[in-house]
């Protein structure tokens, strides 16, 4: 079977709107038939040529917008109400079938229904529960309406009729009274009904962000007209209760009305014409990007693409099931809250990124085309790759903070075990000593006299390595004290320069104390005889500098760049001096 | 001669204690740390507390904070602090304020009790003890232009023998020679060194030792 070009739903409403068109002629000229009053069409020229412009306008936007947004229905309301505004045209038919004026005078009733639907689920379809309850009110009301009239309303006993007054082929019962309170009712629901589009209307345009503003203050304020057309409908009909089509007060209201609805009907074709620019847009300034865009600049293109300054793109990285900005930091979910949405951007069934938006940017998703997608996905993987480096980089630093806890813990260990244990040896081994003294062995006071030596170097040598392991009077006194001890130890002549006052982060301490110790040993193993330290802080970094006379260097000082490294510092590393950058704020 | 010791490892603080008593030295009291030993100097009002300067709660430099606040509230009581650390800036810390009644030794050099009898007594005249082998390492600095270089093997050995705290005519004593001979000696290292300072001063030991510590002298 050969498939159809067009979708079956496409294809109805194609057919609707083509076929709308000879049936608002033929309405048209069932209105001006021999001059007639029944209908407002049959006024003027100028009022017919407004009338019928209006409902083809709804028309029009009603294809149009259903072809640009397969998504919604408001394409489909827009049809719908334009198919309901030419009733009112049959139902003046005078002398036309009873079937056909019956229907009309009944289909009348919907088009205000269909046009506040139309304008409240615009753009995106219903999305407050107050806004659902209003148009399923309107329904009903309409339809309850429309059945009443249709059992128990008989135009001809109707004191008020205007336009058909003679046919209802669904009558069941003439109750006049009846009749009358449904149109009462009518009356004043659609007065009510419309003070809550207009508030609607004004709601959201005051609260609208710009670039939701930009496209749909044109239906809002068509809107917002409607339901002032309605209301003074409404108060009109209730001082006048006989509509005559040629009284000034109804024909300017009906002049107006069809003013409101063609403005709706621009509007809804200046939305679709505004999301094909935005689009076009969005795909220029992403061509604009160029090969390597700077990280976050997709982010503020489509922001300022869209006019939505708070724009936010989170992207999803599978390994680490968590979002992150474009540079690879990690980002909270982003939630819709009042005044924001959240579109999750798809590209080849996987989840690529979520874009928290203002709301009402009607189908984010489809406005970013096949362009913006594949730089999304660009930097999607480049803030994968930042984010692991970001987390390469934080184990590394965790490895050394590691480390150097370790060692601390090792030098306490050391000073608190095997040195006590050692000293009570050393007095004991001298209390023996004495005794043996006392008693005249001379030979074992001997041994026990060169055991006390033993262990006292054996202390001595417990006490460098436990120094060299971790230097307590960093921890305690900090840099300068603990370099100064460095120097004095040192197998060369070292020159403390300036060094700080004030004390740093134990890692950065650690660090830069250990950069000068491993700098030393490297320049003795050169041979210098003299090297001269610095350390001094410099804005946000301390700067560690270390010359020395020895000859050039070959070492590449893989541990002072790993700790360097792993507080995100710099080294620069000459043959004879050595200057490293170590963040400490 | 009463004391106070404070060692908050028990081993350490009954050898010491015994080391101590041998000698007939009268231990009025022991404490572990930093708070009970400020309350025994307080009620017992000893002649010296003994200190050492890694205590509880946070092990670091609470004996070092301790003797200064003894130093401070009961300037009559001197204080030796005992320490596993040759560090010359605790020693420069401790002097700096209190350049009178005050010791620092490494840990190791008490069990030696000569040496620890020798230090009390020498706090109790109102002297300083500085460990020598802290001495030997602000000495044995290597220095880019060495101005010790310019002083006999005697007068260094003099130089050291200041640092340690000793008097003129401790060092006489030591070193056998009068201490007329010692005084000369001083004067004339002290000249070389260009210390502008007058040698009687207690405060000469500092003095030395912050000149042996400057890196301007290396």
């Known amino acids: ?585 | 001669m009463r004391v106070v010791v404070a060692d908050d490892v028990m081993l350490t603080r009954e050898g010491i204690v015994r080391l101590l008593e041998d000698a007939g030295v009268d231990v009025v009291a022991q404490a572990a740390d930093a708070e009970s030993l400020l309350r025994e100097v307080r009620l017992k009002r000893p002649d010296t507390a003994i200190v050492d300067i890694r205590m509880p709660p946070t092990h670091s430099d609470e004996g070092l904070v301790a003797a200064q606040r003894i130093r401070t509230d009961h300037p009559e009581v001197g204080v030796l602090v005992l320490s596993q650390y040759v560090e010359p800036s605790y020693a420069m810390r401790l002097l700096e304020e209190y350049p009178e009644r005050i010791g620092y030794l490494l840990k190791q050099r008490v069990f030696d009790g000569a040496v620890l009898i020798d230090a009390l007594r020498r706090i109790d005249d109102g002297e300083t003890v500085v460990d020598p082998t802290i001495v030997a390492r602000v000495l044995g600095r290597r220095r880019r232009a060495d101005p010790l270089a310019e002083l006999t093997a005697r007068e260094r050995e003099v130089l050291g023998l200041v640092a340690e705290g000793l008097s003129n005519r401790a060092i006489a004593g030591r070193l056998f020679v009068t201490e007329r001979t010692v005084e000369a000696h001083v004067k004339q290292v002290f000249l070389k060194l260009a210390l502008d300072l007058n040698p009687e001063s207690h405060r000469r030991v500092l003095a030395v030792l912050a000149y042996l510590r400057d890196e301007r002298s290396s």
Not at chain 1, 426 to 450: H, I, K, P, W
């Open chain 1, 1 to 585: 079977m050969a498939r159809l070009p067009v979708a079956p739903a496409d294809l109805v409403r194609l057919t609707a709107g083509a076929v709308a068109l000879p049936y608002g002629l033929a309405a048209l000229v069932v209105a001006r038939d021999r001059g007639e009053l029944t209908t407002y069409a049959g006024q003027s020229d100028f009022v017919a040529a407004l009338a019928v412009t209006a409902g083809l306008a709804l028309l029009a936007a009603g294809v149009v917008t259903s072809f640009a947004h397969r998504a919604g229905r408001i394409g489909d309301l827009a049809l719908l109400a334009g198919w309901a505004w030419f009733a009112p045209f049959l139902a003046g038919w005078k002398g036309g079938p009873p079937l056909v004026l019956s229907l009309a005078g009944l289909a009348a009733g919907v088009t205000f229904p269909l046009l506040l639907h139309l304008v409240v689920a615009s753009p995106g379809g219903l999305r407050s529960k107050g806004v659902r309850v209003l148009v399923v009110a309107v329904y009903v009301e309409a339809a309850l309406s429309a059945l009443g009239r249709a059992l128990f309303r008989d135009p001809f006993f109707d004191a008020s009729c205007w336009d058909n007054c003679t046919a209802n082929v669904f009558l069941v019962r003439s109750l006049p009274r009846v009749a009358h309170g449904i149109q009462d009712v009518d009356l004043w629901f659609a007065a009510a009904a419309a003070a809550a589009l207009a508030t609607v209307c004004v709601w959201r345009l005051a609260r609208a962000s710009p670039p939701v503003r930009r496209t749909m203050w044109p239906i809002l304020t068509g809107g917002f007209a409607l339901a002032a057309v309605t209301i003074a409908h409404s108060v009109a009909l209730d001082r006048m209760p006989l509509e005559d089509p040629s009284d000034p007060t109804f024909l300017s209201i009906f002049v107006i009305g069809c003013a409101a609805v063609i403005a709706l009907a621009l509007g809804l074709l200046w939305a679709v014409v505004g999301a094909r620019v935005q689009r076009r847009s969005v795909a220029r300034i992403v061509a604009q990007l160029g090969d390597a865009p700077t990280p976050g600049s997709l982010e503020s293109a489509l922001a300022k693409a869209i006019g939505d300054p708070e724009l936010r793109i989170a992207y999803w990285l599978p390994a680490s099931h968590g979002y992150v900005d474009a540079r690879g930091r990690p980002a909270e979910e982003p939630i819709a809250a009042s005044g924001r949405a959240v579109t999750p951007l798809v590209r080849g069934g996987r989840r690529v990124a979520l874009v928290a938006h203002a709301t009402g940017i009607a189908e984010l998703e489809r406005e970013i085309g096949p362009a913006v997608r594949l730089a999304l996905e660009n930097e999607r993987l480049q803030a994968e790759i930042l984010a692991q480096l970001h987390d390469l980089r934080e184990s590394r630093t965790r490895i050394v903070e590691t480390g150097d806890t370790e060692r601390r813990r090792l030098e306490r260990d050391l000073h608190d075990g095997a040195q006590q244990r050692l000293l009570a040896l050393s007095y004991d081994l001298r209390v023996a000593g004495a005794a043996s003294e006392g008693e005249g062995d001379f030979e074992t006071a001997s041994l026990l006299g060169q055991a006390t030596g033993d262990a006292q170097i054996a202390l001595a040598e417990l006490r460098e390595l436990a120094h060299g392991i971790h230097p307590a009077i960093l921890t305690e006194a900090g840099l300068g004290p603990a370099l100064a001890t460095l120097a004095e130890a040192a197998p060369l002549a070292v020159e403390i320069g300036e060094t700080p006052g004030e004390r740093y982060p134990a890692q950065v301490e650690t660090a830069a104390y250990f950069v000068v110790a491993e700098a030393i040993d490297d320049a003795a193993r050169r041979g210098a005889s003299y090297a001269a330290v610095g350390a001094l802080r410099h804005e946000q970094r301390l700067v560690v500098k270390l010359e020395d006379d020895g000859s050039a260097r070959t070492s590449a000082m893989i541990h002072v760049a790993d700790r360097v490294g792993a507080l995100g510092g710099r080294l620069e590393i000459e043959p004879t001096t050595l200057r490293a950058e170590i963040p400490c704020a």
